[in-house]
């Protein structure tokens, strides 16, 4: 059992920055992908980045591209999603999830642990 938990959300100014983590509990998350989903209201869950266990290569949606980057800290028990030039569109909750059978890391199926989300909310 994976134990994930999100912070760093908030409100932002467009234009601005912001850095989401995502902190495994008692354990390192070294051996699993980890991926950064959003959801916006009245919308469908979407993928915004991916990092995998072993060389650690990241994907991105298109919307991020450039402006979103994913890395993981030195003791690997936290990955982190870096939000440069945020725009009111990015406003969604923002999830971590972990894969540890190194499935698509575009498919929100291939996560098996989940974290409760943390807002991100632009403003013009």
């Known amino acids: 059992q994976v134990h994930l938990v999100e912070s760093g959300g908030g409100p932002v100014q467009a234009g601005g920055s912001l850095r989401l983590s995502c902190a495994a509990s008692?354990?390192?998350?070294?051996?699993?992908?980890v991926g950064w989903f959003r959801q916006a209201p009245g919308k469908e869950r979407e993928f915004v980045g991916g990092?995998?266990?072993?060389?650690?290569?990241?994907y991105y949606a298109e919307s991020v591209k450039g402006r979103f980057t994913m890395s993981r800290d030195s003791t690997k028990t936290t990955v982190y999603l870096q939000m440069n030039n945020l725009k009111v569109e990015d406003t969604a909750v923002y999830y971590c999830?972990?894969?540890?059978?190194?499935?698509?890391?575009?498919?929100?199926?291939?996560?098996?642990?989940w974290g409760q989300g943390t807002q991100v909310t632009g403003s013009s």
């Open positions: 999830a972990a894969d540890g059978r190194s499935g698509s890391v575009y498919r929100s199926s291939s996560y098996d642990y």
């Open positions: 008692g354990r390192t998350l070294s051996m699993y992908n």
């Open positions: 990092i995998t266990r072993s060389i650690s290569s990241t």
